[in-house]
């Protein structure tokens, strides 16, 4: 009786075994939101070396400031432009969802800036992001992202 117990128990729950193991790490998550700190981290602290860094080389990403998507090169080229204008001086995210599958990452969340002008004004800003971002042999990196300030 008792090993008819064990083959029930064993039959039905060994095809849900391969349900918990096709799963992506718990850590993942938080992995990829470490990156999308340390992005605005870097761009807070004047850091211009951060688009080299984290952006994937086929990188395409739209703010909602741009016409179009940019690509990496193009993204470096506004950045620089945006440093003479002025500086980021705080920042506070909000995340509100990131999903793995694999080695691709999508996060959803909400920011607050506060941008200095080379006048010394300071600017607040709200708004939201999408980013993208892909698993690399360096960890996480961005791939796309969408999004802006709100109006």
Do not use: C
Request: no cysteine.
């Amino acid at each position: 009786m008792l090993v008819l117990r064990l083959l029930v128990v064993l039959y039905l729950t060994v095809p849900f075994a391969n349900l918990a193991l096709a799963q992506d790490p718990p850590s993942d998550g938080a992995n990829v939101w470490v990156v999308i700190e340390e992005q605005w981290d870097a761009e807070e602290q004047g850091d211009k070396r951060w688009p080299e860094r984290l952006l994937t080389d086929d990188f395409s990403g739209w703010d909602k400031s741009s016409p179009a998507p940019r690509s990496k090169s193009s993204t470096i080229y506004w950045n620089r432009f945006s440093e003479r204008q002025g500086k980021t001086v705080a920042h506070e995210l909000y995340p509100l969802s990131i999903l793995v599958r694999g080695d691709t990452a999508i996060a959803h969340y909400l920011y607050t800036t506060a941008f200095q002008n080379k006048d010394g004004e300071i600017e607040v800003t709200n708004g939201r992001f999408t980013d993208i971002l892909v698993r690399t042999d360096a960890g996480w990196r961005f791939l796309s992202w969408h999004g802006g300030a709100d109006e």
